[in-house]
């Protein structure tokens, strides 16, 4: 199985700030990328597939890029509504996804 | 695009329970369809999957014990769930295949498994 190491699992952000959150795939996963954003008791969301192809109706703040077997999620602005829970997720081979990163609006 | 889950609940280690998704809003013959776990607090599982055609692939955790299948005719993927393992207790979703590859660009609210004596 491919591994998908995905850090911080945890950050805390002003109102307006650019975070970013990033996976390590253990092999070559061809740009083959998804980030998803939970809300507590919700079901995930899509984001960006294909390492930086934005899902229909997701904000041009949400954007994915890659170095690598490095993959990015960068949040520009951050609102208040971004408060959530980000997975990363392979989608080359069978799906595996990264551990999640909770990201707090302070 | 609507995807809506039932059939979860409490069962006792080792017995059985089916889940149901019905689909709405899309050609739903035409997609690959995933279901997918969380166990409460933690991360995010991939379990099955289902091709338009009816192919299917599962993770190993769950091979030869739950069985994927879908009735195009009635919009609606089933996940049928033997030999439950306190493991198995989980939120499941199902999902659809964003093509060609396995990512998951529809999801549904989610249905609660609990396996316990």
């Known amino acids: 199985d491919i591994q998908m190491t995905q850090s911080p699992a945890s950050l805390s952000a002003s109102l307006g700030e650019t975070v970013t959150i990033e996976c390590l795939a253990s092999?070559?996963?061809?740009?083959?990328l998804a980030w998803y954003q939970q809300k507590p008791g919700k079901s995930p969301q899509l984001l960006i597939y294909d390492a930086s192809s934005l899902q229909d109706g997701v904000p041009s703040r949400f954007s994915g890029s890659e170095s690598g077997t490095q993959y990015s999620l960068e949040i520009n602005s951050l609102q208040s509504e971004d408060a959530a829970t980000y997975f990363c997720q392979q989608h080359h081979d069978y799906p595996t996804f990264g551990g999640g990163t909770k990201l707090e609006l302070k | 695009v609507q995807l809506v889950e039932s059939g979860g609940g409490l069962v006792q280690p080792g017995k059985s329970l089916k889940l149901s998704c019905s689909a709405s809003?899309?050609?739903?013959?035409?997609?690959?369809m995933h279901w997918i776990r969380q166990a409460p607090g933690k991360g995010l599982d991939w379990v099955a999957y289902?091709?338009?055609?009816?192919?299917?692939v599962y993770a190993d955790a769950v091979k030869g014990r739950f069985t994927i299948s879908r009735d195009n005719a009635k919009n609606t993927l089933y996940l049928q769930l033997n030999s439950l393992k306190s493991e198995d207790t989980a939120i499941y979703y199902c999902?659809?295949?964003?093509?060609?590859?396995?990512?998951?660009?529809?999801w549904g609210q989610g249905v609660m498994v609990t396996v316990s004596s």
């Open positions: 092999e070559d996963i061809y740009s083959n």
């Open positions: 809003g899309f050609t739903f013959s035409s997609y690959g």
């Open positions: 999902a659809r295949s964003g093509a060609p590859t396995y990512y998951f660009d529809y």
């Open positions: 289902i091709s338009s055609s009816s192919g299917t």
